[in-house]
Structure formats: structure tokens, C-alpha cells
């Protein structure tokens, strides 16, 4: 590493991000540092290291960024929800959010969750909403399926269970949504109905969150298509599931 590079580092010590190169000689060269902020402890840092598979630790440098833009009070014991609960996390990195529909596979949960959050944060910023409603929308992304690690984490059942996990969420965020509540009512009432299971006779209160149930939305048929195809000739451009047919374009 350079010292040039070194120096860009903000602080003296914490945990950085770093992109290496092998040279000509085969020396693996820092070409780039980048710091990590420490929104969680290093304890669930090591866990995290330990429990990804190599391909999925850029997935979670990108939840960390999304634990980033959280910036409001009344928000913060979401993000401090990890520090408290390191079993919730375990089971939320190693879980897959279904049995066989979407990212039905393990750390499928973590992944669904994350491409939700990015989602539903970057349409809300560019529609323009408020910063707490851009932030909840976030949250309600990384949350919206924290109810499926309960048979794990309360439980010690490791494989998957079906059920109302919507109704779970509320169970194992009773505590920062008390705080909110006594902060900020209707941003309690906001992010309730986004963590509520989804009825279709029911329009949304918020237009963030039909922003919110559209990265859901997006998220699962995404996977659905990618796992669908998976493995088959580049030039495969329809697959039949069941009575429907999928089509993609290809290269």
C-alpha cells in the first residue's frame, strides 16, 4: 500500500473496505481504501465475515452503507436492533426468504432484504419524499421479513417455516417501535403499515410505501427469473413456469 493511499484513511484505527490487485511480480497491491463506519460492533462485523459465503461479502458492505443513511433520532434503535440482538443477525445472514418461490436458497433473506432497502430508498429520493420518509422506506426494506428468523432465533429451528411472518415483525421489533412511537406517532403509523401484511382490497396509506411494495415486488420476480434461468444457454430467451410463461431478452 502507498502512503499516499494510506493517508486518505479518515482515522487512525476502524474497519476499511480494500480493493486489491495482484502485480506483475504477484503482489497483491491496495489500490483502494475505503472506510467503514462503525454502525455495528465488530463483533457482528466478525460474524458476518465468518458466516458469508466469499461471493455475498460485497452484499453486505452494501447493508452497511444502507445502515449509513439513517440519520434520524427516532430512527436509531433500528440500527442499534443489531448490537442487541446478534442471534437475529446470525439467522438473518444464513436464512433464505422462502421455501421455493423467491431467494429460496441460504442467505436469501439477507439479499432479498437488501435489494428491497436499495430500492425502495433510491426511488423514494428520486420522487422527491421527505428524509424520514426516504429512511423508513429503507428500514421497512431491511425489516419487512425480519419476522421469518423468529423460528430460528426464538425457537432454535433452523430450517424454514411458513406462516405469518408479517405478524412476527411486530414481535421482534416491539421495542424500537415503542420508541418511536413515543417520539414521532405518524411515522410510527407509517412504518407499522409498511411492516402489516400486505391486503390487496387495501390501497396504501403512503405513497412511500407503494414505493416500498414495488422493490418488494421487484426484488422477488427479479430472482424468480434469474433462478429460473439459471444454468440454461444464453440464447434460452422464454422459459415455462408452471401455466406461465417467462421471457427475458438476450445478448
Given at each position: 500500500?502507498?502512503?499516499a493511499?494510506?493517508n486518505?484513511?479518515?482515522?487512525?484505527?476502524?474497519?476499511?473496505?480494500?480493493?486489491l490487485?495482484?502485480?506483475?511480480q504477484?503482489?497483491?497491491?491496495?489500490?483502494?481504501?475505503?472506510?467503514i463506519?462503525?454502525?455495528?460492533?465488530?463483533?457482528?462485523y466478525?460474524?458476518?465475515i465468518a458466516?458469508?459465503?466469499k461471493?455475498?461479502?460485497?452484499?453486505?458492505?452494501r447493508?452497511?452503507?444502507?445502515?449509513e443513511?439513517?440519520t434520524?433520532?427516532?430512527?436509531?434503535?433500528?440500527?442499534?436492533f443489531?448490537?442487541s440482538?446478534?442471534?437475529?443477525?446470525?439467522?438473518?445472514?444464513?436464512?433464505?426468504?422462502?421455501?421455493r418461490?423467491h431467494h429460496?436458497?441460504?442467505?436469501?433473506l439477507?439479499?432479498?432484504?437488501?435489494?428491497?432497502?436499495?430500492?425502495?430508498?433510491?426511488?423514494?429520493?428520486?420522487?422527491?419524499?421527505?428524509?424520514?420518509?426516504c429512511?423508513?422506506?429503507?428500514?421497512?426494506?431491511l425489516?419487512?421479513?425480519?419476522?421469518k428468523?423468529?423460528?430460528?432465533?426464538?425457537?432454535?429451528?433452523?430450517t424454514y417455516?411458513?406462516?405469518?411472518?408479517?405478524?412476527l415483525?411486530f414481535?421482534l421489533?416491539?421495542?424500537?417501535?415503542?420508541?418511536?412511537?413515543?417520539?414521532?406517532?405518524?411515522?410510527?403509523?407509517?412504518?407499522?403499515?409498511?411492516?402489516?401484511p400486505?391486503?390487496q382490497?387495501?390501497?396504501e396509506?403512503?405513497?412511500?410505501?407503494?414505493?416500498?411494495?414495488?422493490a418488494?415486488?421487484?426484488?422477488?420476480?427479479?430472482n424468480?427469473?434469474?433462478?429460473?434461468?439459471s444454468?440454461?444457454?444464453?440464447?434460452?430467451?422464454?422459459?415455462?413456469?408452471?401455466?406461465?410463461m417467462?421471457r427475458?431478452?438476450?445478448?
Amino acid at each position: 500500500m502507498t502512503s499516499a493511499l494510506a493517508n486518505t484513511f479518515p482515522t487512525e484505527e476502524g474497519l476499511a473496505e480494500i480493493k486489491l490487485e495482484m502485480n506483475k511480480q504477484g503482489y497483491f497491491i491496495a489500490t483502494n481504501l475505503c472506510f467503514i463506519a462503525p454502525v455495528i460492533n465488530y463483533e457482528l462485523y466478525a460474524k458476518a465475515i465468518a458466516l458469508l459465503d466469499k461471493g455475498r461479502l460485497p452484499l453486505f458492505s452494501r447493508f452497511v452503507r444502507l445502515l449509513e443513511q439513517v440519520t434520524a433520532r427516532e430512527l436509531m434503535p433500528f440500527i442499534e436492533f443489531w448490537n442487541s440482538h446478534p442471534e437475529h443477525f446470525e439467522a438473518y445472514l444464513i436464512m433464505p426468504a422462502s421455501y421455493r418461490d423467491h431467494h429460496a436458497y441460504r442467505h436469501g433473506l439477507f439479499q432479498h432484504s437488501v435489494e428491497v432497502a436499495e430500492l425502495a430508498y433510491s426511488n423514494a429520493i428520486n420522487l422527491r419524499h421527505s428524509s424520514i420518509e426516504c429512511q423508513i422506506a429503507l428500514l421497512a426494506g431491511l425489516f419487512h421479513d425480519i419476522g421469518k428468523v423468529y423460528s430460528q432465533s426464538e425457537a432454535n429451528i433452523e430450517t424454514y417455516q411458513t406462516g405469518a411472518h408479517e405478524c412476527l415483525n411486530f414481535s421482534l421489533l416491539a421495542e424500537p417501535l415503542k420508541f418511536l412511537a413515543a417520539q414521532d406517532w405518524d411515522a410510527h403509523r407509517m412504518f407499522s403499515s409498511m411492516l402489516a401484511p400486505y391486503q390487496q382490497y387495501r390501497s396504501e396509506q403512503y405513497a412511500v410505501e407503494s414505493i416500498f411494495r414495488f422493490a418488494d415486488h421487484a426484488s422477488c420476480s427479479s430472482n424468480r427469473t434469474h433462478v429460473l434461468f439459471s444454468g440454461k444457454p444464453a440464447h434460452f430467451s422464454f422459459l415455462k413456469n408452471g401455466d406461465k410463461m417467462i421471457r427475458r431478452l438476450t445478448n
